[in-house]
């Protein structure tokens, strides 16, 4: 079994910045991809970025250059860098991690205020 722990959410102005992490721990032989989703209010949950065990990066087009996922593989920590943020970013943010299967966090609310 692997267990997800996220911190770093919390109430933030417009314009303001968070840094999410997201730490695994238990049974973990090898982690795969690391990954942010995101849940607004009365909304599906949405991907927001991922990153590869070699690096590699993706972002959902809403935060393109206002987000930055980065990896520790000797912590097997995940984070979430969010700058800029607007309104639409508030949610509950959810990591997930890929190892013999996805395991998802049990998610750390954002909120943008005006």
């Known amino acids: 079994q692997v267990q997800l722990v996220e911190s770093g959410g919390g109430l933030v102005q417009a314009g303001g910045s968070l840094r999410l992490s997201c730490a695994a721990s238990?049974?973990?032989?090898?982690?795969?991809?690391m990954g942010w989703y995101r849940q607004a209010p009365g909304k599906q949950r949405e991907f927001v970025a991922a990153i590869t065990s070699g690096g590699r990066t993706n972002y959902a087009d809403s935060v393109k250059g206002r987000f930055s996922i980065s990896r520790d593989n000797a912590k097997n920590t995940v984070y979430l860098q969010m700058n800029s943020l607007v309104l639409e970013d508030t949610a509950v943010y959810y990591c997930n991690v890929q190892t013999t299967r996805v395991y998802w966090g049990q998610g750390t609310q954002v909120t943008v205020s005006s």
């Open positions: 238990g049974t973990i032989f090898s982690i795969g991809a």
